[in-house]
């Protein structure tokens, strides 16, 4: 087995605020590399009847920079590198352009993530992941303290 990249991902509906309706679905992405790599782009797109809001953990075409990163900063600083076993994590807000239909379509897709790399040697690497909900998770009703 060619070593490479770990893709899990979760998904919650939002139960309050602004974004009742929507779900966040949260992609974890492990390095399995025996070299570093370096991100060149994690982009994310969603299917319909979805569109996401950019978060600040994840922007769209470029390698989103650290969070509190100076202007200018980002890929080619430490967010761009990938060391062997390091794990990232991105967020999206997914909003439903349209009722979903209940019961949903079993899986009902979300969209496609993709990230390109680069290993320490130069050699160019894809991962390529359709990112399926089996079924509407219920919204969380968590109490703050």
Request: glycine share 8%; with cysteine.
């Given at each position: 087995?060619?070593?490479?990249?770990?893709?899990?991902h979760?998904?919650?509906?939002?139960?309050?605020?602004?974004?009742?309706?929507?779900?966040?679905?949260?992609?974890?992405?492990?390095?399995?590399?025996h070299?570093?790599?370096?991100?060149?782009?994690?982009?994310?797109?969603?299917?319909?009847?979805?569109?996401?809001?950019?978060?600040?953990?994840?922007t769209g075409?470029?390698?989103?920079?650290?969070?509190?990163?100076?202007?200018?900063?980002?890929?080619?600083?430490?967010?761009?590198?990938?060391?062997?076993?390091?794990?990232?994590?991105?967020?999206?807000?997914?909003?439903?352009?349209?009722v979903?239909?209940?019961?949903?379509?079993?899986?009902?897709?979300?969209?496609?993530?993709?990230?390109?790399?680069?290993?320490?040697?130069?050699?160019?690497?894809?991962?390529q992941?359709?990112?399926?909900?089996?079924?509407l998770?219920?919204p969380?009703?968590?109490?703050?303290?």
């Open positions: 087995m060619k070593p490479g990249f770990s893709v899990k979760e998904t919650r509906a939002v139960a309050h605020g602004p974004s009742v309706g929507s779900l966040v679905l949260e992609v974890s992405v492990q390095s399995s590399l070299t570093p790599a370096f991100l060149e782009s994690v982009t994310f797109a969603e299917a319909a009847p979805f569109t996401h809001a950019p978060t600040s953990c994840a075409a470029a390698v989103p920079p650290p969070l509190g990163a100076a202007a200018g900063e980002g890929a080619a600083g430490t967010e761009g590198f990938l060391a062997p076993s390091d794990v990232r994590q991105y967020l999206y807000i997914l909003q439903p352009s349209a979903l239909p209940v019961p949903l379509a079993d899986p009902m897709p979300l969209g496609q993530f993709e990230m390109v790399w680069r290993s320490s040697l130069g050699e160019r690497g894809q991962v992941e359709t990112i399926e909900c089996v079924a998770p219920a969380s009703r968590r109490r703050r303290s």
